[in-house]
């Protein structure tokens, strides 16, 4: 039995969300990968994923692993994967790895892009890659707010109520918020993310951007540990899971930047 790695990017408009759903004729990126690989490996085959996006949520810098008998090269793995899955899944690397390595608890740090625009008329091209919000926004507020979640905190005020993690302490490695033309990008990334921890956080760096709220405000929200206390969720069609960090130990590609020039510089 080998173990193998897969650095995966997907459209998430395609499909409900990454985990495979109880109704069969509902898609979604797990069963749309199984079935390629199962035909590949001629066996069924099962997925473990750095991190499950929802509906609507794209991916650049997804990481998969699963276990095949089969005995196929890295070659195969990629071009087989990509001629039988979904379209709007692309596969870019494969590699062989050590038995012990997990795409969930080998990952040292999540990173996430969330892209929005407050450009009126809205652009056709950018439905369902953008999230159109009123504008205009003001980024250095929202930058000046982020910095409140840097470090670990409890993020209570930013977890979904169904969340099932078991507790609410994550660390925030650094959070930016950066303006490029009629494009504004919220990168933040942290150890692990809980439950739409993300979309939740944009959500209410919005109201800061737009002047509905002061920058401290968000470390109270943080502090208060209420869901209540912060801003809706933003939607997700603006967010995107772009990178998966791992020791070096596992000898996997580094992380590629998505492709939106000058969205991210200067971050990190």
Known sequence: MSRWALGVEYDGACFNGFQRQSAPRVASV????????GRIADHPVRIVCAGRTDAGVHATGQVIHFDSTAERSERDWQRGANSLTHPGICIHWARAVDPAFSARFSARWRRYLYLLTDQRPR?????????????????????????????EHDFTSFRAAQCQARHARREVHYVAVRRSGSLLGVEIQANAFLQHMVRNIVGSLLEVGLRQRDPEWMTETLRARDRTQAGIAAPPEGLYLTAVGYGTEWALPAPTPPPWPGVWAGVG
């Open 123 to 151: 652009q056709a091209l950018l439905r369902d890659r953008v999230a159109l919000v009123p504008g205009p926004l003001d980024a250095a507020p929202m930058h000046d707010a982020a910095q409140a979640l840097v470090g």
């Open 30 to 37: 797990q069963a749309e990968l199984e079935g390629a690989l």
